[in-house]
């Protein structure tokens, strides 16, 4: 996502070329185009904010994402590594994620992302 706003925001457009937040660059995307999860139930639209807030409480600037290690060296998301973390499960919930995105983005190529 660039600094190009989206139809309908003319003048209200936030500069997000910077942003890594998955939280706060879907809360952009939220308000951009209140529409681009239309097709999700409401229980849907919850299960997919919680587990992407989730990430995002873990990996702030998504940081694990794109560098195995910080400029520290310390390998990235080294807080988990303290916790029970069930990969099997991550694997499902990113991949539940990724087909939700999908939809989202199915959404948006036919025209859901006007504003309304």
């Given at each position: 996502?660039?600094?190009?706003?989206?139809?309908?925001?003319?003048?209200?457009?936030?500069?997000?070329?910077?942003?890594?937040?998955?939280?706060?660059?879907?809360?952009?995307?939220?308000?951009?185009?209140?529409?681009?999860?239309?097709?999700?139930?409401?229980?849907?639209?919850?299960?997919f904010?919680?587990?992407?807030?989730?990430?995002?409480?873990?990996?702030?600037?998504?940081?694990?994402?794109?560098?195995?290690?910080?400029?520290?060296?310390?390998?990235?998301?080294?807080?988990?590594?303290?916790?029970?973390?069930?990969?099997?499960?991550?694997?499902?919930?990113?991949?539940?994620?990724?087909?939700?995105?999908?939809?989202?983005?199915k959404?948006?190529?036919?025209?859901?992302?006007?504003?309304?």
């Open positions: 996502m660039g600094q190009a706003p989206a139809r309908g925001t003319q003048g209200s457009q936030e500069n997000i070329e910077k942003e890594h937040s998955l939280k706060k660059l879907w809360k952009v995307l939220e308000k951009r185009c209140p529409r681009c999860d239309s097709w999700a139930s409401d229980e849907q639209k919850r299960g904010r919680d587990l992407l807030f989730e990430l995002d409480a873990q990996d702030p600037n998504s940081q694990a994402g794109r560098y195995p290690h910080d400029v520290r060296h310390d390998p990235t998301l080294a807080g988990l590594a303290a916790t029970n973390v069930d990969l099997g499960l991550f694997k499902h919930n990113i991949r539940k994620m990724h087909g939700y995105l999908g939809c989202v983005k959404q948006m190529q036919d025209g859901g992302w006007d504003a309304a």
